[in-house]
């Protein structure tokens, strides 16, 4: 995890420096500015591939200039493919293969990438400015321009205040070059639909989830793994378990009082020999951190704020406490194969809008919550639902054969690992609770009570009214919405709004986002 930022305008070096290190935690092992003729470069080092000085960006080639913030799968293979057309490398870095797929394809370059990354090419010889980001938008990017019209981009929100009047979020997918924003991969459209045998989708189901994992274990810096005890981070870690030469390291959360999936983490991690660490928080350390987590986050958004609170807590203890820099994590998962909420969904075509919404709008939600969460921390997260080859066939999957048919929410993945045995029956086809829930119900009740007791009715009806855009609508909304004010000013356009289940379907018209409140709520999280 590291910071990218690139300035057209007239600031000096010191200037622009300051903007870098605006999110230092980013980038705690070295940061560098590069005047490139057509603005400036920064880069802010989190060492993870090539940890050597001479991985240090920019990168530099034949009069370019790039900064990566990203993790190139493959990159060994494509190094050999260009050293074979007369490249050289200086060092292990896997960002230093972007110049040389410049050089060889042009803007096409984004097409040849399997990656998790946001990047930033400056070409003086061809006067173009380039920026791009992953499909997912797992690695975040943000852009925006100043009034006299000059653009910047950013790995975060913070780095670019005071450059431009309006922060925006790059579109994942896209580039941008020289005043125009491209489409490169759109993952949320399938090409074609799949109309094979549960058998035959369960084992491609199987083998590239496992393959996504697998590609994310290469690190030549320390990883660990974040365990909730819910299926999606089980299996993630069940995966690498079974292909490490050493257990792994684990890691989970819960509140002092009512921590639902402690137990489950930690049945989770004795099956499969795992090294496992729990942390316990109170309400105290909920509370008090609470602005610190909106202001790293930059949203107002209430289930992203929720699920944060354990999420930003538990990576602040791997942080203090071990020598780690990487955490796989578990997200993307419900964007494929569906939340409690899309049970509801009338038809197969419903379905699948929602899940093309919900794999459109990751980068606003989940994954920002992870990256955030993380790099708050100086870590960086891998996800492995977010593969590209895993999303694309997951999305082409019949949208009919991904609906709760079985009264078992994600459905064709518990079937996909059902013979291998990797998780306990009780782990593998337990019924799903939302991270926030998990934790402990009450870390949510604990923050709707502070919201309740800082406004009176009479104070929330009249606060409320001065936001337009995506208004509050509960004492908790109008306090988050009131902390992201003071550090984002006027920017509330970054989010698409709440996230909140498809208020068109009969059974999802509720005010809370969580999964609690629905009918089909059952057994989850018990």
């Known amino acids: 995890m590291c910071t990218i930022l690139y300035y057209g305008g007239q600031l000096s070096a010191a200037q622009v420096h300051a903007h870098l290190m605006a999110a230092p935690h980013r980038g705690p092992d070295g940061a560098r500015v590069l005047d490139t003729g057509l603005g400036w470069l920064g880069f802010a080092r989190l060492a993870i591939m090539g940890l050597e000085e001479s991985g240090m960006q920019p990168f530099v080639q034949n009069g370019c200039m790039a900064v990566c913030n990203g993790e190139i799968y493959g990159f060994r293979r494509l190094k050999e493919e260009l050293f074979q057309r007369g490249y050289r490398f200086l060092s292990g870095s896997d960002c230093e293969v972007l110049l040389p797929l410049y050089q060889e394809y042009g803007l096409e370059m984004f097409r040849h990438l399997d990656a998790e990354f946001a990047c930033v090419i400056v070409d003086p010889n061809n006067n173009r400015v380039i920026a791009a980001r992953d499909p997912i938008g797992i690695r975040p990017l943000y852009y925006g321009y100043s009034s006299d019209g000059i653009i910047s981009f950013a790995s975060e929100p913070q780095n670019l205040l005071g450059l431009v009047q309006t922060i925006l979020p790059f579109p994942p997918g896209r580039y941008y070059c020289n005043g125009t924003f491209h489409t490169y991969a759109n993952v949320s459209q399938a090409e074609r ?36 005890g819910g299926l999606d981070s089980s299996l993630v870690c069940a995966i690498a378990a079974k292909h490490s030469t050493k257990p792994i390291r684990t ?54 704020i929720r699920a944060s ?75 492995p ?62 923050l709707k009570q502070y919201a309740e007791e800082t406004y009176t009715d009479e104070e929330f009806s009249k606060l409320c009214l001065q936001y337009d855009d995506a208004a509050p609508f509960t004492k908790e909304s109008l306090l988050y919405r009131e902390i992201f004010e003071r550090y984002y000013p006027g920017q509330s356009g970054m989010i698409p709004g709440f996230w909140m289940p498809n208020q068109a379907w009969e059974g999802c018209r509720v005010n809370d986002p969580s999964a609690r409140v629905l009918s089909n709520y059952g057994a989850s999280g018990q």
């Open 251 to 304: 890691f989970a959360i819960g509140m002092e009082h009512d921590a639902i999936d402690l137990k489950y983490a930690a049945q989770t991690a004795a099956h499969i020999g795992a090294e496992h660490t729990e942390i316990i928080i109170t309400r105290e350390d909920v509370l008090s951190h609470l602005e610190e987590v909106i202001r790293a986050l930059a949203t107002y958004d209430i289930t992203t």
């Open 193 to 228: 639909f799949i109309h094979e045998d549960e058998a035959v989708v369960t084992a491609q189901i199987h083998d590239l989830l496992t393959k996504a994992v697998l590609k994310r274990l290469d690190s030549d810096a320390p990883l660990g793994f974040l365990l909730s």
């Open 385 to 446: 639902f977010g593969d590209l080859d895993f999303v694309r066939y997951v999305m082409s999957i019949d949208p009919y054969q991904k609906m709760n048919h079985h009264q078992k929410g994600k459905y064709l993945l518990r079937k996909a690992f059902e013979n291998d045995h990797l998780l306990p029956d009780e782990i593998l086809w337990r019924e799903k609770a939302a991270f926030s829930d998990a934790v402990g119900h009450s870390l949510v009740d604990d």
């Open 309 to 383: 609170m354990g999420m930003y807590l538990l990576c602040k203890a791997i942080h203090e406490q071990t020598d780690l820099k990487v955490l796989l994590t578990g997200e993307v998962s419900d964007e494929l194969f569906g939340y409690k909420y899309t049970d509801f969904a009338p038809d197969a075509p419903s379905f699948y809008a929602e899940s093309q919404k919900r794999v459109r709008e990751l980068h606003a939600y989940d994954v920002l919550r992870a990256d955030r969460c993380l790099a708050a921390n100086s870590l960086e997260a891998r996800v």
